[in-house]
Protein backbone atom coordinates (compact mmCIF):
# COMPACT_ATOMS: atom_id res chain seq x y z
CA UNK A 1 0.00 0.00 0.00
CA UNK A 2 0.82 3.59 0.13
CA UNK A 3 3.46 5.03 2.34
CA UNK A 4 2.83 8.05 4.35
CA UNK A 5 6.44 8.07 5.73
CA UNK A 6 7.17 9.08 8.83
CA UNK A 7 4.49 11.80 9.07
CA UNK A 8 1.08 10.41 10.15
CA UNK A 9 -2.35 12.54 9.62
CA UNK A 10 -2.75 14.53 12.80
CA UNK A 11 -5.87 15.92 14.25
CA UNK A 12 -5.72 18.62 17.00
CA UNK A 13 -8.69 19.19 19.26
CA UNK A 14 -8.84 21.09 22.21
CA UNK A 15 -9.80 19.36 25.62
CA UNK A 16 -14.01 18.57 25.74
CA UNK A 17 -14.44 19.19 22.09
CA UNK A 18 -15.96 16.52 19.88
CA UNK A 19 -13.27 14.65 17.87
CA UNK A 20 -13.94 13.18 14.11
CA UNK A 21 -11.10 10.51 13.01
CA UNK A 22 -11.78 9.61 8.94
CA UNK A 23 -10.91 6.30 7.49
CA UNK A 24 -11.20 5.25 3.87
CA UNK A 25 -11.66 1.62 3.16
CA UNK A 26 -10.48 -0.54 0.08
CA UNK A 27 -12.62 -3.42 -0.13
CA UNK A 28 -16.53 -2.96 -1.20
CA UNK A 29 -16.96 -6.75 -0.11
CA UNK A 30 -15.48 -5.59 3.28
CA UNK A 31 -18.11 -7.03 6.00
CA UNK A 32 -16.45 -6.30 9.35
CA UNK A 33 -14.93 -3.18 10.55
CA UNK A 34 -12.98 -1.78 13.89
CA UNK A 35 -11.29 0.72 15.35
CA UNK A 36 -8.47 0.92 17.26
CA UNK A 37 -6.30 2.86 19.77
CA UNK A 38 -2.41 3.19 20.17
CA UNK A 39 -1.09 4.74 22.94
CA UNK A 40 2.79 5.27 22.40
CA UNK A 41 4.78 2.49 23.42
CA UNK A 42 1.82 0.12 23.24
CA UNK A 43 0.17 -2.31 21.31
CA UNK A 44 -3.64 -1.53 20.03
CA UNK A 45 -6.67 -1.67 21.88
CA UNK A 46 -10.15 -2.10 20.91
CA UNK A 47 -12.35 0.59 20.53
CA UNK A 48 -16.05 -0.08 18.67
CA UNK A 49 -16.69 -2.19 15.76
CA UNK A 50 -19.75 -1.94 13.22
CA UNK A 51 -20.78 -4.99 10.74
CA UNK A 52 -21.59 -3.98 6.91
CA UNK A 53 -25.28 -4.26 7.35
CA UNK A 54 -25.13 -1.46 9.54
CA UNK A 55 -24.52 2.03 9.25
CA UNK A 56 -23.91 3.71 13.06
CA UNK A 57 -22.96 1.82 16.24
CA UNK A 58 -22.56 3.72 19.69
CA UNK A 59 -20.35 3.26 22.38
CA UNK A 60 -19.05 4.81 25.90
CA UNK A 61 -18.61 8.46 24.49
CA UNK A 62 -17.62 7.31 20.90
CA UNK A 63 -19.79 6.84 17.95
CA UNK A 64 -18.54 4.75 14.50
CA UNK A 65 -20.54 5.37 11.01
CA UNK A 66 -20.16 3.55 8.14
CA UNK A 67 -20.61 4.84 4.61
CA UNK A 68 -20.89 2.01 2.19
CA UNK A 69 -21.87 4.04 -0.80
CA UNK A 70 -18.46 6.00 -0.72
CA UNK A 71 -16.01 3.28 1.66
CA UNK A 72 -15.94 5.79 4.32
CA UNK A 73 -15.83 5.01 8.21
CA UNK A 74 -15.08 7.49 10.72
CA UNK A 75 -15.21 7.47 14.66
CA UNK A 76 -16.85 10.23 16.78
CA UNK A 77 -15.21 10.95 20.41
CA UNK A 78 -17.64 13.18 22.25
CA UNK A 79 -16.06 15.51 25.15
CA UNK A 80 -12.58 14.28 24.12
CA UNK A 81 -9.67 14.26 27.03
CA UNK A 82 -6.31 14.36 27.13
CA UNK A 83 -6.59 10.61 27.88
CA UNK A 84 -7.43 10.38 24.34
CA UNK A 85 -4.50 11.37 22.60
CA UNK A 86 -2.64 8.57 20.46
CA UNK A 87 -2.80 6.82 16.95
CA UNK A 88 -6.47 5.79 16.16
CA UNK A 89 -6.51 3.04 13.26
CA UNK A 90 -9.14 1.11 11.28
CA UNK A 91 -9.46 -2.27 10.43
CA UNK A 92 -11.60 -3.96 7.97
CA UNK A 93 -12.03 -7.64 7.41
CA UNK A 94 -12.18 -8.17 3.52
CA UNK A 95 -14.65 -11.07 3.36
CA UNK A 96 -16.51 -13.80 5.83
CA UNK A 97 -13.90 -15.95 4.42
CA UNK A 98 -11.05 -14.13 5.75
CA UNK A 99 -9.52 -14.67 9.32
CA UNK A 100 -7.35 -11.66 9.02
CA UNK A 101 -7.59 -7.41 9.46
CA UNK A 102 -6.43 -5.41 7.28
CA UNK A 103 -4.63 -2.19 8.67
CA UNK A 104 -4.98 1.57 7.83
CA UNK A 105 -2.52 3.48 8.23
CA UNK A 106 -3.47 6.00 11.39
CA UNK A 107 -4.61 9.48 12.15
CA UNK A 108 -2.68 10.90 15.52
CA UNK A 109 -5.48 12.48 17.62
CA UNK A 110 -3.75 15.46 20.35
CA UNK A 111 -5.68 16.37 23.25
CA UNK A 112 -4.96 19.82 24.65
CA UNK A 113 -5.64 21.15 28.02
CA UNK B 1 -5.61 -13.51 33.69
CA UNK B 2 -2.92 -12.02 32.04
CA UNK B 3 -2.77 -10.31 28.36
CA UNK B 4 -0.35 -10.95 26.00
CA UNK B 5 3.14 -10.77 26.08
CA UNK B 6 5.94 -10.40 24.30
CA UNK B 7 9.86 -10.55 24.76
CA UNK B 8 12.25 -8.23 24.64
CA UNK B 9 10.56 -5.20 24.34
CA UNK B 10 13.36 -4.11 22.46
CA UNK B 11 16.28 -5.61 20.53
CA UNK B 12 19.08 -3.86 18.84
CA UNK B 13 21.11 -6.04 16.05
CA UNK B 14 24.00 -5.92 13.55
CA UNK B 15 23.09 -5.96 10.00
CA UNK B 16 22.92 -9.99 9.00
CA UNK B 17 22.61 -11.59 12.63
CA UNK B 18 19.51 -13.22 13.22
CA UNK B 19 16.86 -12.92 15.75
CA UNK B 20 13.68 -14.49 17.73
CA UNK B 21 10.93 -12.19 18.66
CA UNK B 22 8.91 -14.32 21.30
CA UNK B 23 4.83 -13.93 22.17
CA UNK B 24 2.80 -15.18 24.94
CA UNK B 25 -0.90 -15.21 23.82
CA UNK B 26 -3.79 -15.24 26.58
CA UNK B 27 -4.26 -18.78 27.64
CA UNK B 28 -7.26 -20.48 25.87
CA UNK B 29 -6.79 -18.36 22.75
CA UNK B 30 -6.34 -20.50 19.72
CA UNK B 31 -5.59 -18.11 16.96
CA UNK B 32 -2.36 -15.67 17.24
CA UNK B 33 -1.30 -13.24 14.74
CA UNK B 34 1.57 -11.63 14.07
CA UNK B 35 2.21 -7.85 12.62
CA UNK B 36 5.06 -5.70 11.48
CA UNK B 37 4.62 -1.81 12.52
CA UNK B 38 7.14 0.49 10.71
CA UNK B 39 7.42 4.07 12.15
CA UNK B 40 4.47 6.06 11.79
CA UNK B 41 2.64 2.93 9.88
CA UNK B 42 -0.14 0.85 9.87
CA UNK B 43 -0.13 -2.62 10.85
CA UNK B 44 1.46 -4.74 8.43
CA UNK B 45 0.07 -8.63 8.61
CA UNK B 46 2.60 -11.09 8.51
CA UNK B 47 1.43 -14.38 9.88
CA UNK B 48 -1.68 -16.12 11.30
CA UNK B 49 -1.80 -19.07 13.53
CA UNK B 50 -4.98 -21.22 14.25
CA UNK B 51 -5.17 -23.54 16.28
CA UNK B 52 -4.21 -27.17 14.51
CA UNK B 53 -4.18 -25.85 10.91
CA UNK B 54 -1.51 -24.83 8.37
CA UNK B 55 -0.36 -21.32 9.46
CA UNK B 56 -1.37 -18.57 6.64
CA UNK B 57 1.59 -17.01 6.13
CA UNK B 58 1.23 -15.19 3.00
CA UNK B 59 1.72 -11.74 4.61
CA UNK B 60 5.79 -12.19 5.36
CA UNK B 61 7.49 -9.77 3.43
CA UNK B 62 10.92 -12.53 2.39
CA UNK B 63 11.84 -16.32 3.25
CA UNK B 64 14.13 -14.83 6.05
CA UNK B 65 11.14 -14.69 8.11
CA UNK B 66 9.73 -17.73 9.78
CA UNK B 67 7.55 -18.45 12.78
CA UNK B 68 6.56 -20.76 14.70
CA UNK B 69 4.05 -21.54 17.50
CA UNK B 70 3.69 -24.52 19.86
CA UNK B 71 0.03 -26.05 20.10
CA UNK B 72 -2.06 -23.02 21.35
CA UNK B 73 0.53 -21.27 23.62
CA UNK B 74 3.97 -20.22 22.62
CA UNK B 75 5.15 -18.20 19.37
CA UNK B 76 8.17 -17.28 17.82
CA UNK B 77 9.05 -15.13 15.09
CA UNK B 78 12.75 -15.64 13.98
CA UNK B 79 14.46 -13.38 11.29
CA UNK B 80 17.52 -14.52 9.79
CA UNK B 81 19.96 -12.09 8.11
CA UNK B 82 18.40 -9.30 9.43
CA UNK B 83 18.58 -5.90 7.33
CA UNK B 84 18.25 -2.01 8.05
CA UNK B 85 14.72 -2.34 6.69
CA UNK B 86 13.44 -4.76 9.25
CA UNK B 87 13.44 -2.39 11.78
CA UNK B 88 10.29 -1.72 13.79
CA UNK B 89 7.77 -2.95 16.29
CA UNK B 90 6.77 -6.46 15.99
CA UNK B 91 2.95 -6.58 17.25
CA UNK B 92 1.59 -10.42 18.65
CA UNK B 93 -1.92 -10.88 18.81
CA UNK B 94 -4.44 -13.19 19.74
CA UNK B 95 -8.37 -14.16 19.76
CA UNK B 96 -10.24 -16.44 20.71
CA UNK B 97 -10.99 -18.01 17.31
CA UNK B 98 -12.59 -14.80 16.08
CA UNK B 99 -10.36 -12.46 13.84
CA UNK B 100 -12.40 -9.26 15.76
CA UNK B 101 -11.18 -9.72 18.97
CA UNK B 102 -7.61 -9.54 19.07
CA UNK B 103 -5.64 -8.35 21.76
CA UNK B 104 -2.49 -6.66 20.96
CA UNK B 105 1.00 -6.91 22.94
CA UNK B 106 3.16 -4.25 23.83
CA UNK B 107 5.22 -4.90 20.83
CA UNK B 108 8.72 -5.73 20.54
CA UNK B 109 11.01 -2.82 19.18
CA UNK B 110 13.74 -4.29 16.61
CA UNK B 111 16.48 -2.26 15.42
CA UNK B 112 19.55 -3.01 13.00
CA UNK B 113 22.00 -1.21 12.89
Not at chain 1, 22 to 30: D, K, R, T, V
Not at chain 2, 60 to 89: H, K, N
Request: aromatic share 10%; glycine share 10%.
Amino acid sequence: GESVGLHLPTLSVQEGDNSIINCAYSNSASDYFIWYKQESGKGPQFIIDIRSNMDKRQGQRVTVLLNKTVKHLSLQIAATQPGDSAVYFCAERLDSGYSTLTFGKGTMLLVSP
Amino acid sequence: GAGVSQSPSNKVTEKGKDVELRCDPISGHTALYWYRQRLGQGLEFLIYFQGNSAPDKSGLPSDRFSAERTGESVSTLTIQRTQQEDSAVYLCASSQNRVYEQYFGPGTRLTVT
